[in-house]
């Protein structure tokens, strides 16, 4: 199994998104985006779970992180941020998902000189977060804008015995880790290993975050794929194309490498 993003928004402003969806078996990585949080109902969530279900689709759930900073030291921010979580943790149980995924979101910039305040934080907010939720689904926490990947490993090994693991965006660090030039891909991977559970993947030509289909951007994924079956590591996966075409492009790749993808997807 894998999943493809698709943002509620989407299902609820441009229904033949999900037709799509339906129509093509496809599973979906749900986002709960802000608009759909501040626009829907419960009602709604759960309508749209049961759909799925219906259909014989599983889904995953990608948890809101517009604007949110889980280990702020801003109390009004980090209250805003543990509330807005909330209510996304409370449409996902509606959803049934198979897994979640969330931002670390670690700055440099903002909590170098407060490194541990702020994973004191951050863990303080996923845990009471996960605590509310017996049974939860995992939580699989994203790399975004992190320079190293280090405060990702450190945010989730607090959070590993509460079923955390880490969602590795091979884009983001192509981008925004600037590792289309540092071309440290085999640190990042050795780093995250032992959390390694879920894969977000899509293509860029290290400029931006493109989300173009795998194949039409210049990340290594030869060399990707070598460092995960060096180590015999199996994450599940999500594809994240933001067009038909890339999605197309990305689905394509995936049938073009069976000794890449069989071991994750079986």
């Given amino acids: 199994?894998?999943?493809?993003?698709?943002?509620?928004?989407?299902?609820?402003?441009?229904?033949?998104?999900?037709?799509?969806?339906l129509a093509n078996g496809l599973h979906p990585e749900l986002c709960l985006d802000a608009?759909?949080?501040?626009?829907?109902?419960?009602?709604?969530?759960?309508?749209?779970?049961?759909?799925l279900a219906q259909r014989g689709l599983s889904c995953s759930v990608h948890l809101t992180y517009e604007n949110l900073h889980p280990?702020?030291?801003?109390?009004?921010?980090?209250?805003?941020?543990?509330?807005?979580l909330k209510t996304a943790f409370a449409m996902?149980?509606?959803?049934?998902?198979?897994?979640?995924?969330?931002?670390?979101?670690?700055?440099?910039?903002?909590y170098g000189e407060d490194r541990d305040g702020w994973l004191e934080r951050h863990t303080e907010t996923w845990a009471d977060l996960l605590d509310g939720w017996p049974g939860h689904p995992p939580l699989y926490l994203e790399n975004t804008f992190e320079l190293e990947p280090e405060p990702v490993c450190d945010a989730v090994a607090a959070l590993e015995s509460r079923g955390a693991g880490i969602c590795f965006d091979v884009s983001h660090w192509h981008c925004f880790s600037r590792g289309v030039d540092k071309q440290d891909l085999d640190k990042w991977v050795e780093c995250f290993a032992p959390y390694l559970r879920h894969l977000h993947l899509h293509d860029n030509d290290?400029?931006?975050?493109?989300h173009v289909g795998m194949g039409?951007?210049?990340?290594?994924?030869?060399q990707f794929f070598a460092l995960l079956q060096a180590r015999n590591l199996t994450p599940s996966v999500t594809f994240e194309p933001h067009d038909e075409d890339s999605l197309r492009a990305s689905l394509a790749f995936m049938q073009g490498h069976p000794e890449w993808f069989a071991p994750l997807i079986s």
């Avoid at 608009?35 to 759909?51: H, I, M, P, R």
């Avoid at 280990?71 to 807005?84: C, E, V």
């Avoid at 969330?102 to 700055?107: E, I």
């Fill in 206 to 210: 290290g400029s931006s975050d493109q």
């Fill in 35 to 51: 608009w759909s949080l501040q626009n829907k109902d419960n009602a709604w969530f759960e309508v749209l779970g049961n759909t």
């Fill in 216 to 222: 039409q951007g210049a990340i290594p994924w030869d």
């Fill in 92 to 110: 996902a149980q509606l959803l049934n998902p198979k897994l979640m995924v969330g931002h670390v979101d670690y700055s440099q910039d903002v």
């Fill in 71 to 84: 280990g702020s030291h801003d109390r009004f921010i980090l209250d805003a941020t543990r509330l807005r």
């Fill in 1 to 21: 199994m894998y999943f493809i993003c698709l943002p509620c928004r989407y299902v609820a402003l441009r229904p033949e998104f999900l037709e799509y969806f």
